[in-house]
């Protein structure tokens, strides 16, 4: 059996827990603003480690790579984008090594690679065609397959030109199983008007295995948009909410929603019959650990 039919065993069993935020948990050891977080996969390999550590601990079934921005049309903003093979490559590296550290032999913990948007506009309001999109992803798809990740999830995107032919590039390159995810607004579409239904029904179409919404503005708004993208989908669905929008309290950036808020809303999406859950910006360590005993506890 290849790792695509095992994950859709697994799947098919129950829900697979995620992990959560690396870029808050980044900040929390010091990342500043407006500082690539990828580049830490090369300046600070021991903290990334560390962070995928805790939320294996904490209970996650599926890490994700920190490579969301290690495109290279995203580092070339950081002057990065000679980074991109070794940027990729440590961040694979640094989490398999986590893995590979769990003193529990029976338990299996997939990895992910986090694949995000160019963060440019594209043609014909932007300068970036759809030609240079797909070769984009595509380089940095056949490093991350190359080097050994088991799946790929291509989130925060709100742009549907942009995952379709993000998803097109994974689907005519690798055999990976690959999860499309877009971010929603509080009335329900992207920025772009991209609302859960046309989302779906165009991701499935194009091959997506899976399906999600994560980010956004916090848990209760993706319920609303997973109710929604049930009913639409044929395939598995994800969610990775945001642990609300962020504040700021005495200087620092304060994520409202807790570790109990965020359980609640596991065993509502667990009840919706979602089979992928996690965090997006906000959720740590805590949260995913609360929303893994709410999952345990609703299959027991």
Same mark, same amino acid.
């Given at each position: ?17 995620? #992990? ?40 996650? #079934? ?5 490579? +969301? ?8 903003? +950081? ?24 003193? @529990? ?22 300068? =970036? ?5 797909? @070769? ?20 925060? +995107? ?13 689907? @005519?390159?690798? #055999? ?8 929603? #607004? ?61 504040? =700021? ?17 596991? @065993?509502? +999406? ?28 609703? =299959?027991?």
């Amino acid at each position: 059996m290849n790792i695509k039919e095992e994950i859709k065993e697994q799947l098919n069993k129950r829900p697979l827990l995620l #992990d959560g935020a690396m870029g808050t948990m980044l900040q929390a050891h010091g990342l500043k603003s407006g500082e690539c977080s990828e580049e830490w996969n090369i300046s600070h390999p021991q903290v990334v480690q560390k962070i995928h550590q805790e939320y294996i601990k904490a209970g996650a #079934d599926v890490i994700l790579t920190n490579t +969301f921005g290690a495109n290279r049309v995203k580092l070339s903003s +950081f002057n990065s984008q000679n980074d991109v093979i070794e940027i990729n490559r440590s961040a694979v590296k640094i989490a398999k090594e986590a893995i590979k550290s769990i003193k @529990e032999p029976e338990r299996k913990v997939l990895l992910a690679a986090s694949v995000g948007p160019t963060g440019k506009i594209l043609e014909p309001y932007g300068p =970036l065609s759809l030609k240079e999109v797909y @070769e984009n992803y595509k380089e940095q798809i056949a490093i991350l397959e190359k080097i050994g990740v088991d799946l790929i999830i291509l989130e925060t +995107f709100y742009d549907l030109e942009e995952i379709k032919t993000a998803l097109k590039a994974v689907k @005519e390159n690798t #055999d990976l199983m690959v999860i499309a995810s877009m971010t929603f #607004d509080k009335n329900l579409k992207t920025v772009y008007g991209v609302d859960p239904e046309r989302a779906v029904i165009a991701l499935e179409n194009e091959g997506a295995d899976a399906v999600g919404a994560n980010c956004g503005t916090g848990p209760e708004v993706l319920y609303k948009v997973l109710k929604i993208m049930k009913k639409a989908s044929k395939t598995y669905l994800m969610v990775e909410p945001n642990a609300g929008m962020p504040e =700021l309290v005495k200087d620092k950036v304060v994520y409202p929603t807790s570790p109990e808020v965020m359980a609640d809303y596991t @065993e509502k +999406f667990v009840k919706l019959g979602l089979n992928l859950i996690g965090g997006c910006c906000g959720t740590t360590p805590l949260h995913i650990k609360a929303m893994s005993a709410k999952i345990k506890n609703k =299959l027991q």
